[in-house]
């Protein structure tokens, strides 16, 4: 029992000194821990800018991740969702500023990866990238990608 509470404890102070040092930001020369790239680990949803790449993950069958962005009107964007898990056909949405669809994609990077390839946007504001799945292959882990191109 004495054992079993000595591992419990170390376990909560690793566990909030992690969570310390992420909240926090840890700068040297070799080690580096922010709240973005801590976001961009295994989430599912959150914020995503021109150029950046995240790693998400839908954890059951019903669930979508959104990941929001400010664009600007004509800005020119590609978005690509790689499956990282068999179990995952990757869908995209693109919604505008106002909420309505945009544009979506399921299947055109193949291998049942999405591409929403040189899409230009029609306004300024906060566009949200919904990544979801296409039939009944719902959840597991991917690689989402947001470029903007010249």
């Known amino acids: ?8 404890a170390i376990l909560v ?7 310390l040092l992420v909240l ?3 700068r040297s020369s070799n080690f580096s821990i922010t709240d973005a790239q801590a976001q961009s680990r295994n989430s599912c949803g959150g914020n995503i ?11 059951y069958t019903g669930q979508d991740c959104f990941y929001r962005f400010t664009g600007r009107a004509n800005d020119v964007v590609t978005i690509r969702m790689t499956k990282n898990s068999y179990s995952l ?3 995209l949405k693109l919604l505008a500023p106002n909420g ?3 544009k979506y994609d399921n299947n055109s990077a193949g291998y049942k990866n999405s591409l929403i390839s040189y899409h230009r946007l029609d306004r300024n504001g906060t566009y949200t990238i ?3 799945y296409y039939g009944n292959r719902g959840y597991g882990s991917f690689k989402l ?5 010249r």
Do not use: H
Request: aromatic share 12%; with cysteine; proline share 5%.
């Open 100 to 102: 309505k669809l945009e």
């Open 130 to 132: 919904v990544a979801s």
């Open 49 to 59: 800018w021109y150029g950046q790449t995240v790693y998400g993950s839908i954890p």
């Open 13 to 19: 102070c690793a566990t909030a000194l992690l969570s």
């Open 24 to 26: 926090i930001g840890i």
């Open 89 to 91: 056909d990757p869908y």
């Open 145 to 149: 990608t947001l470029t903007k191109n």
């Open 1 to 8: 029992m004495r054992i079993q509470f000595k591992k419990n």
